[in-house]
């Protein structure tokens, strides 16, 4: 670090704590990024692997543009009535299926679960939630309680049951086998948290499982439990923050690839590319329900700049062709990483989606190496590579660019991973 980035360090922590996290072990100064790159304070360049929130890439100009342009005008309460609001939740809502085509702007992800929750609890009139054992979806009490991808003293709150998701390998490739352990570790949630006084309200999920290490699962493998929570009474929520918006490249979001509908669908980060949006999409009945009884108003989900620069992302999604981009990029990214596990046995298991992937590393002796996961993220960024870990045991290099990734990225990337693994 430069003499500036020390001093900036230390006066951080007198401000903001020494508790507000840092990526690597020595923090990472960026001051400037345009697409797939960023720039250090002392000018170095990184290839950003990792960071979703610009998600059609960094200070993209047609979306600053856009910005800068209803900024110039107008920006205002949401109780105006505003063109932008309608256009964007018009588009936004084409994207779904027909039954889902209610939205209510927030401006966060952690917004948005924590409205899809009180809306699930009143129209369910039940108060369990089932999530899965390595998940995070949001900052608010409500969401604490059910985190368990990170530590909260508030979690596990009694009227919250944990699923374990497995992997494919560890029902050695018998999906059906795999799903049927699934379903039935949902249905016995569901009758603990009956048993317990708190029938379910619903299924929170994320639909690729992108924080619990991204585990590859069979066909029917949510439809079953989503099953099991709608005969007790309860809703399904899809948490899009992370495999949304064309990331997994087969469909535009991640619960698309499942044969089901969910209840109410959730969203943040990428929606702005670096601004603040999130959104709730669900259906009319559910929304009327809870209105009814609810006088819910957001002061500036959804304001005219906000819905300027979420219509700006979705358009360029459109224009450039972003998810026919990452599929094809995905695919090159999964074909260099599986010729990377030929060549590294401490590299497992390959999984993802799209330009949403990771890399499992375990030890000789089959066990997760967090450990090593850890030294590679820290040599990637010495090689010019932005990257992180997930996963239960920290032990997935999870791999989540700017949906302007090309093959030309993934090669840069892979041959750092290959330098990184090496030196172990």
Not at 11 to 20: I, S
Not at 36 to 58: C, F, I, M, T
Not at 331 to 352: F, K, P, Q
């Amino acid at each position: 670090m430069t003499t500036q980035d020390t001093a900036l360090l230390q006066r951080r922590h007198q401000v903001l704590g020494r508790h507000a996290l840092l990526f690597y072990d020595e923090p990472l100064h960026l001051v400037r990024a345009q697409g797939v790159w960023a720039e250090d304070s002392a000018g170095r360049k990184y290839l950003d692997a990792y960071n979703n929130v610009p998600h059609v890439g960094h200070c993209h100009p047609y979306v600053l543009e856009a910005m800068q342009r209803q900024a110039r005008l107008i920006n205002i309460n949401t109780r105006y009535l505003h063109g932008n609001v309608v256009d964007y939740a018009e588009k936004l809502a084409a994207t779904f299926a027909p039954e889902l085509s209610l939205v209510m702007p927030v401006c966060t992800g952690t917004e948005a679960n924590e409205l899809a929750l009180r809306m699930a609890r009143h129209v369910t009139g039940s108060r369990g939630i089932i999530v899965t054992d390595f998940s995070y979806h949001g900052n608010s009490l409500a969401l604490a309680e059910a985190t368990t991808g990170l530590p909260a003293p508030e979690a596990p709150a009694p009227h919250v049951r944990a699923i374990h998701v497995p992997d494919m390998a560890d029902f050695e490739g018998d999906p059906a086998l795999m799903r049927d352990d699934y379903v039935a570790r949902v249905q016995k949630a569901v009758e603990e948290l009956i048993a317990a006084g708190f029938p379910p309200a619903a299924l929170l999920v994320d639909t690729l499982f992108s924080t619990e290490g991204l585990p590859r699962v069979p066909a029917g493998f949510l439809e079953g439990a989503v099953a099991a929570v709608r005969k007790a009474g309860g809703l399904y929520i899809a948490d899009e923050v992370q495999p949304g918006l064309g990331r997994i490249g087969t469909h535009m979001w991640g619960h698309q690839a499942f044969d089901v509908v969910p209840d109410i669908v959730t969203m943040g980060k990428s929606l702005g590319n670096g601004h603040p949006i999130g959104a709730v999409v669900t259906r009319p009945d559910i929304v009327e329900n809870f209105a009814d009884a609810a006088l819910y108003f957001n002061t500036y989900g959804g304001n005219p700049v906000s819905a300027a620069i979420g219509l700006a992302v979705l358009e360029v999604i459109e224009r450039e062709d972003l998810m026919g981009n990452a599929l094809r990029v995905g695919a090159h990214l999964s074909e260099r990483l599986a010729d990377l596990r030929t060549r590294h046995d401490c590299v497992a298991h390959i999984r993802g989606l799209g330009l949403l992937q990771g890399a499992e590393f375990r030890q000789p002796d089959g066990t997760s190496d967090g450990p090593r996961t850890k030294r590679i993220i820290n040599e990637m960024r010495n090689q010019g590579v932005l990257i992180s870990r997930i996963g239960p045991n920290e032990n997935v290099l999870k791999i989540r660019p700017p949906l302007q990734f090309s093959a030309q990225d993934v090669d840069v990337l892979v041959d750092a991973l290959d330098i990184s693994i090496a030196k172990g």
